[in-house]
T-cell receptor, first 116, second 110 residues
Protein backbone atom coordinates (compact mmCIF):
# COMPACT_ATOMS: atom_id res chain seq x y z
CA UNK A 1 0.00 0.00 0.00
CA UNK A 2 1.33 3.38 -1.00
CA UNK A 3 2.12 5.64 1.88
CA UNK A 4 2.55 9.37 1.52
CA UNK A 5 3.25 11.25 4.73
CA UNK A 6 3.50 14.93 5.53
CA UNK A 7 5.52 16.37 8.38
CA UNK A 8 2.69 18.18 10.15
CA UNK A 9 -1.12 18.03 10.17
CA UNK A 10 -1.49 21.53 11.61
CA UNK A 11 0.94 24.42 11.57
CA UNK A 12 0.66 28.02 12.78
CA UNK A 13 3.25 30.55 11.66
CA UNK A 14 3.68 34.31 11.71
CA UNK A 15 3.89 36.63 8.73
CA UNK A 16 7.41 36.79 7.39
CA UNK A 17 8.54 33.46 8.81
CA UNK A 18 10.21 30.86 6.62
CA UNK A 19 8.11 27.72 6.51
CA UNK A 20 9.10 24.20 5.49
CA UNK A 21 6.53 21.57 4.61
CA UNK A 22 7.89 18.10 4.02
CA UNK A 23 6.45 15.18 2.14
CA UNK A 24 7.80 11.64 2.06
CA UNK A 25 6.65 8.67 -0.03
CA UNK A 26 7.80 5.13 0.44
CA UNK A 27 6.99 3.58 -2.96
CA UNK A 28 9.93 4.76 -5.06
CA UNK A 29 7.66 7.03 -7.08
CA UNK A 30 9.22 9.22 -9.74
CA UNK A 31 6.73 12.09 -9.58
CA UNK A 32 5.80 14.25 -6.64
CA UNK A 33 3.42 17.20 -6.43
CA UNK A 34 2.43 20.01 -4.10
CA UNK A 35 -1.10 21.41 -4.18
CA UNK A 36 -3.00 23.89 -2.11
CA UNK A 37 -6.67 23.37 -1.47
CA UNK A 38 -9.00 26.29 -0.84
CA UNK A 39 -12.81 26.33 -0.60
CA UNK A 40 -14.42 26.88 -3.97
CA UNK A 41 -11.09 26.66 -5.81
CA UNK A 42 -10.40 22.94 -5.65
CA UNK A 43 -6.81 21.76 -5.79
CA UNK A 44 -4.29 24.02 -7.45
CA UNK A 45 -0.84 22.83 -8.42
CA UNK A 46 2.05 24.78 -6.93
CA UNK A 47 5.07 22.78 -8.09
CA UNK A 48 5.84 19.28 -9.22
CA UNK A 49 8.94 17.18 -9.68
CA UNK A 50 9.49 14.21 -11.98
CA UNK A 51 12.99 13.36 -10.84
CA UNK A 52 15.50 14.09 -8.14
CA UNK A 53 16.70 17.68 -8.29
CA UNK A 54 14.15 18.43 -11.02
CA UNK A 55 11.25 20.82 -10.49
CA UNK A 56 8.57 22.40 -12.60
CA UNK A 57 6.28 25.31 -11.82
CA UNK A 58 2.60 24.60 -11.57
CA UNK A 59 -0.21 27.10 -11.80
CA UNK A 60 0.51 29.15 -8.67
CA UNK A 61 4.26 29.01 -7.87
CA UNK A 62 4.59 32.62 -6.68
CA UNK A 63 5.75 32.85 -3.09
CA UNK A 64 6.85 29.20 -2.98
CA UNK A 65 9.92 27.18 -3.77
CA UNK A 66 10.61 23.45 -3.61
CA UNK A 67 13.47 21.08 -3.03
CA UNK A 68 13.92 17.46 -4.03
CA UNK A 69 17.33 16.26 -2.95
CA UNK A 70 16.21 12.65 -2.52
CA UNK A 71 13.70 10.66 -4.51
CA UNK A 72 11.42 9.99 -1.58
CA UNK A 73 11.28 13.53 -0.20
CA UNK A 74 9.75 16.67 -1.66
CA UNK A 75 9.81 19.87 0.37
CA UNK A 76 7.70 22.97 -0.08
CA UNK A 77 9.22 26.20 1.18
CA UNK A 78 7.47 29.47 1.92
CA UNK A 79 10.36 31.94 1.98
CA UNK A 80 8.38 34.64 3.76
CA UNK A 81 4.94 33.48 4.80
CA UNK A 82 1.99 35.76 4.18
CA UNK A 83 -1.61 35.59 5.39
CA UNK A 84 -2.87 34.72 1.90
CA UNK A 85 -0.87 31.51 2.12
CA UNK A 86 -3.15 30.24 4.85
CA UNK A 87 -4.48 27.07 3.30
CA UNK A 88 -4.53 23.29 3.25
CA UNK A 89 -1.43 21.92 1.53
CA UNK A 90 -1.57 18.49 -0.03
CA UNK A 91 1.35 16.48 -1.30
CA UNK A 92 0.91 13.69 -3.84
CA UNK A 93 3.08 11.19 -5.65
CA UNK A 94 2.69 8.98 -8.72
CA UNK A 95 4.83 6.16 -10.09
CA UNK A 96 5.72 7.86 -13.39
CA UNK A 97 7.54 6.05 -16.17
CA UNK A 98 4.92 6.61 -18.85
CA UNK A 99 3.23 3.21 -18.75
CA UNK A 100 -0.50 2.90 -18.21
CA UNK A 101 -1.35 2.99 -14.55
CA UNK A 102 1.76 4.92 -13.58
CA UNK A 103 0.08 8.29 -13.45
CA UNK A 104 -2.33 7.56 -10.61
CA UNK A 105 -1.74 10.05 -7.83
CA UNK A 106 -1.67 9.15 -4.14
CA UNK A 107 -2.20 11.92 -1.65
CA UNK A 108 -0.75 12.68 1.75
CA UNK A 109 -3.02 13.60 4.69
CA UNK A 110 -2.51 17.33 4.21
CA UNK A 111 -1.07 20.14 6.32
CA UNK A 112 -3.39 22.90 7.42
CA UNK A 113 -1.22 26.00 7.59
CA UNK A 114 -2.38 29.17 9.30
CA UNK A 115 -0.32 32.32 8.87
CA UNK A 116 -1.08 35.02 11.43
CA UNK B 1 -3.32 25.27 -20.44
CA UNK B 2 -6.05 22.91 -19.37
CA UNK B 3 -9.25 24.20 -17.77
CA UNK B 4 -11.49 21.77 -15.91
CA UNK B 5 -14.98 22.80 -14.87
CA UNK B 6 -17.09 20.76 -12.50
CA UNK B 7 -20.83 20.92 -11.77
CA UNK B 8 -22.72 21.05 -9.55
CA UNK B 9 -20.80 22.47 -6.62
CA UNK B 10 -23.28 20.95 -4.16
CA UNK B 11 -25.64 18.02 -4.57
CA UNK B 12 -28.16 16.49 -2.18
CA UNK B 13 -29.88 13.21 -2.91
CA UNK B 14 -32.08 10.81 -1.01
CA UNK B 15 -30.53 7.55 0.02
CA UNK B 16 -31.01 5.01 -2.76
CA UNK B 17 -31.22 7.61 -5.52
CA UNK B 18 -28.52 8.19 -8.14
CA UNK B 19 -26.05 11.05 -8.21
CA UNK B 20 -24.35 12.46 -11.29
CA UNK B 21 -21.42 14.87 -11.33
CA UNK B 22 -20.20 16.36 -14.59
CA UNK B 23 -16.87 17.78 -15.69
CA UNK B 24 -15.67 19.42 -18.87
CA UNK B 25 -12.11 19.94 -20.01
CA UNK B 26 -10.51 22.09 -22.68
CA UNK B 27 -7.25 20.43 -23.73
CA UNK B 28 -7.70 17.68 -26.31
CA UNK B 29 -4.28 16.29 -25.27
CA UNK B 30 -5.70 15.21 -21.89
CA UNK B 31 -5.93 11.45 -21.83
CA UNK B 32 -6.44 10.43 -18.22
CA UNK B 33 -9.43 11.35 -16.07
CA UNK B 34 -9.45 10.27 -12.42
CA UNK B 35 -12.13 10.91 -9.82
CA UNK B 36 -11.27 11.46 -6.18
CA UNK B 37 -13.42 11.26 -3.06
CA UNK B 38 -12.45 13.36 -0.08
CA UNK B 39 -14.19 12.77 3.21
CA UNK B 40 -14.15 15.51 5.81
CA UNK B 41 -10.67 15.96 7.24
CA UNK B 42 -9.16 13.21 5.11
CA UNK B 43 -6.98 13.00 2.02
CA UNK B 44 -8.43 12.63 -1.49
CA UNK B 45 -8.70 8.99 -2.46
CA UNK B 46 -8.92 7.72 -6.02
CA UNK B 47 -12.25 5.97 -6.57
CA UNK B 48 -12.30 5.41 -10.32
CA UNK B 49 -10.49 6.58 -13.42
CA UNK B 50 -10.87 6.38 -17.17
CA UNK B 51 -8.48 6.76 -20.06
CA UNK B 52 -9.19 8.35 -23.41
CA UNK B 53 -9.31 5.04 -25.26
CA UNK B 54 -12.36 3.95 -23.27
CA UNK B 55 -15.87 5.41 -23.24
CA UNK B 56 -17.20 3.96 -20.03
CA UNK B 57 -15.95 2.17 -16.94
CA UNK B 58 -17.88 0.68 -14.07
CA UNK B 59 -16.94 -0.50 -10.60
CA UNK B 60 -19.91 -1.74 -8.59
CA UNK B 61 -22.10 1.30 -7.85
CA UNK B 62 -19.73 3.77 -9.47
CA UNK B 63 -19.37 4.43 -13.18
CA UNK B 64 -17.58 7.02 -15.25
CA UNK B 65 -18.36 8.00 -18.84
CA UNK B 66 -16.15 9.94 -21.23
CA UNK B 67 -17.14 11.82 -24.36
CA UNK B 68 -13.90 12.86 -26.07
CA UNK B 69 -15.62 14.73 -28.85
CA UNK B 70 -17.54 16.94 -26.46
CA UNK B 71 -14.67 16.96 -23.93
CA UNK B 72 -16.76 16.00 -20.98
CA UNK B 73 -16.81 13.17 -18.48
CA UNK B 74 -19.20 12.25 -15.72
CA UNK B 75 -19.31 10.31 -12.48
CA UNK B 76 -22.41 8.25 -11.76
CA UNK B 77 -23.17 6.82 -8.34
CA UNK B 78 -26.17 4.52 -8.11
CA UNK B 79 -28.06 3.36 -5.00
CA UNK B 80 -26.41 6.08 -2.94
CA UNK B 81 -25.67 5.47 0.72
CA UNK B 82 -24.94 7.91 3.57
CA UNK B 83 -21.26 6.92 3.46
CA UNK B 84 -21.09 8.28 -0.08
CA UNK B 85 -21.39 11.77 1.43
CA UNK B 86 -18.11 13.55 0.66
CA UNK B 87 -16.51 16.03 -1.72
CA UNK B 88 -15.76 14.59 -5.14
CA UNK B 89 -13.10 15.99 -7.45
CA UNK B 90 -12.60 15.29 -11.11
CA UNK B 91 -9.25 15.79 -12.80
CA UNK B 92 -7.74 15.75 -16.27
CA UNK B 93 -4.15 14.91 -17.08
CA UNK B 94 -2.01 14.84 -20.20
CA UNK B 95 0.52 12.61 -18.48
CA UNK B 96 2.41 15.32 -16.63
CA UNK B 97 0.29 17.81 -14.82
CA UNK B 98 -3.10 17.22 -13.28
CA UNK B 99 -5.85 19.80 -13.43
CA UNK B 100 -8.62 19.48 -10.89
CA UNK B 101 -12.21 20.59 -10.87
CA UNK B 102 -13.42 22.74 -7.98
CA UNK B 103 -15.22 19.87 -6.28
CA UNK B 104 -18.78 18.72 -5.64
CA UNK B 105 -20.05 18.36 -2.10
CA UNK B 106 -22.42 15.39 -2.13
CA UNK B 107 -24.84 14.85 0.73
CA UNK B 108 -26.86 11.66 0.88
CA UNK B 109 -29.91 12.10 3.06
CA UNK B 110 -30.93 8.97 4.98
Amino acid sequence: DVKVTQSSRYLVKRTGEKVFLECVQDMDHENMFWYRQDPGLGLRLIYFSYDVKMKEKGDIPEGYSVSREKKERFSLILESASTNQTSMYLCASSPGGGQEGTDTQYFGPGTRLTVL
Amino acid sequence: GENVEQHPSTLSVQEGDSAVIKCTYSDSASNYFPWYKQELGKRPQLIIDIRSNVGEKKDQRIAVTLNKTAKHFSLHITETQPEDSAVYFCAASNGNQFYFGTGTSLTVIP
